[in-house]
């Protein structure tokens, strides 16, 4: 359905949603609360992985091919864990990174209105362009 309503505002038959203002301060919390929580999910990927690692060289040791299949099932059911985990993790980095972009966007504006050229060159630097 989202996809569907995208394409009727490009297409402009649907007004477009109106453009929120950045909230700089609830974005930050929201950051912030993601970057505190993040070790939970950090510690729970790095045990995946090193489950996954575990059982790959498990795999390569065996020479029964009946427990070599149960292996590497376990390494798929793992793996399934871990791209899962590893998708919302990225997800909310994402979400961040765009916070981050658009608290950086709003402070430019900020810079322009003022007048100074210091916060000017500061925000122009290459960094707050956001190609990385």
Do not use: C
Not at 36 to 62: N, S, T, V
């Amino acid at each position: 359905m989202a996809i569907i309503s995208s394409i009727l505002r490009g297409l402009k038959i649907v007004k477009p949603l109106p453009k929120e203002p950045v909230n700089i301060n609830k974005d930050s919390k929201a950051i912030i609360d993601f970057l505190l929580g993040m070790d939970y999910d950090r510690e729970h990927i790095l045990r995946l992985f090193k489950k996954f690692l575990e059982l790959r060289l498990d795999y390569h040791a065996l020479t029964d091919e009946e427990v070599k299949l149960k292996n590497l099932r376990q390494q798929i059911t793992i793996f399934d864990q871990l791209i899962q985990s590893y998708s919302f993790f990225q997800a909310d980095v994402d979400i961040n990174g765009n916070r981050v972009k658009q608290i950086a966007g709003a402070l430019k504006q900020m810079a322009a209105k003022s007048g100074e050229a210091d916060l000017l060159a500061i925000t122009g630097k290459l960094h707050w362009k956001f190609d990385w």
